[in-house]
Every structure is written in structure tokens, then in C-alpha cells.
């Protein structure tokens, strides 16, 4: 009876990791790409990352629900080590943007002159830790432009990049002070409250 209970106890713990490691897995799926207009050269994966077009997928396969999943993919460079570098150095500045541009949607004129002005800035200066924990790049040959007889050759990089929802959050209070130090109106501060919030679902329902 001990035995088999022991067998028992090993077996399902063996289906719970795998399990859990499948799930894992299907958050990087590499899938055939759809139809294209160039060649691949060489590339660091067989096939095309999903997880470039639905980055917050991931959250939902490996997180516990307080990252963020962030994805970008440059247009083609000379080479790969160009565009992984561009990337590497704008990848913040990108996530930032985005905030951005949520934050501002609707907002007063004036509101969004002021964090127009400062509030990238700012948000930078808050706004620090971030985790690159998927990469992808491709050397491809792109057909001549009209006119022109020669294949273009083109490399381009992606990087799955993972943030904390503290960090984010860190950009959204940097905007609230901004507007509470700049506007005596308070209802154009209270716009802010609850924006972080709402940015994560609007994320987990887009993408």
C-alpha cells in the first residue's frame, strides 16, 4: 500500500513538471512565418517568434501577473550586431514611449504639452530595471527597389524584454507629481489615479 501510494506521489509529480514545463515552452513558439517578400539568410531560431507579435502572451504562460512583457523588432540594418545594439540602447526609451502615449490619450492640452516637454525626461530618471530574456535576429536579402538590379542585404534584431509592474508604476507617479507640482486643478491630477491599473489590463487585453 506504501508503495503504491509512493508511486503514486512520484507520478503526479512528474506530470506537474512536466505540465508546467510545456506550458513554459509554448510561451516561445517559433512558428512558420506567413507570406513574405525576402530571404532569410541566417537566422537564430527556426522560424518567427511569437511572442514579437503578442509579448503579454508570455506574462500569462510564465509570470505571476506583476510583469510586463514588452517586444521590439528593428527595421533592417547593415548588420546584426548594429540593430541588437540600437536596440539594446533605445529598448527603455521605447517602453517609456508607450507609457506615454497611454497616459496623454484624452489628457488636457496643456497636460500633455507639460509632460511632452518633461515628462520622458523624468520618466527615464525613474524608470531603471529592465530584463531582456528572449532575443532574436535574422540576416536576410531583400528584393531590388524599382530601378535597381541588385538583392539589398538587411539584418534585424528582436528582444522579448520582462519589466516589473513597480517599474512602470515608478512612470506613472512621476507624471502625477509632475501635473500636482505644475496645476492647482486637482481633478487634472486625479486623472492619474488608477492609470498604471488600467494600462495593464488594456495590455493584457491587446495583446
Known amino acids: 500500500m506504501i ?4 508511486f503514486l ?14 506550458s513554459k515552452n509554448e510561451a516561445f513558439v517559433y512558428t512558420k512565418r506567413q507570406i513574405i517578400d525576402y530571404k532569410v539568410v541566417e537566422s537564430s531560431h527556426d522560424g518567427y517568434p511569437l511572442w514579437i507579435r503578442k509579448p503579454q502572451s508570455v506574462g500569462s504562460k510564465i509570470a505571476d501577473g506583476e510583469k510586463y512583457y514588452f517586444a521590439f523588432e528593428t527595421t ?10 540600437l536596440l539594446k540602447a533605445y529598448g527603455r526609451e521605447k517602453i517609456v514611449n508607450e507609457v506615454f502615449k497611454f497616459a496623454t490619450k484624452g489628457k488636457n492640452k496643456s497636460v500633455k504639452v507639460l509632460l511632452a516637454e518633461n515628462g520622458k525626461d523624468l520618466a527615464m530618471k525613474n524608470f531603471k530595471k529592465t530584463n531582456i530574456i528572449q532575443s532574436f ?5 531583400y528584393p531590388p527597389l524599382p530601378g535597381d538590379a541588385k538583392y539589398r542585404a538587411g539584418s534585424v534584431c528582436a528582444y522579448l524584454i520582462e519589466v516589473k509592474r513597480s517599474e512602470i508604476s515608478k512612470i ?3 507624471y502625477k507629481l509632475l501635473v500636482g507640482r505644475s496645476f492647482p486643478n486637482q481633478s487634472l491630477v486625479q486623472e492619474f489615479e488608477g492609470l498604471e491599473g488600467a494600462f495593464f489590463r488594456y495590455r493584457n487585453k491587446s495583446f
Not at 535576429?137 to 536579402?141: K, Q, T, Y
Open 3 to 6: 508503495k503504491n501510494s509512493l
Open 137 to 141: 535576429w535574422e540576416d536576410r536579402m
Open 172 to 174: 506613472f507617479k512621476s
Open 76 to 85: 533592417p540594418k547593415i548588420n546584426k550586431k548594429i540593430a541588437c545594439n
Open 9 to 22: 506521489c512520484v507520478l503526479v509529480s512528474i506530470i506537474f513538471v512536466s505540465s508546467c514545463s510545456s
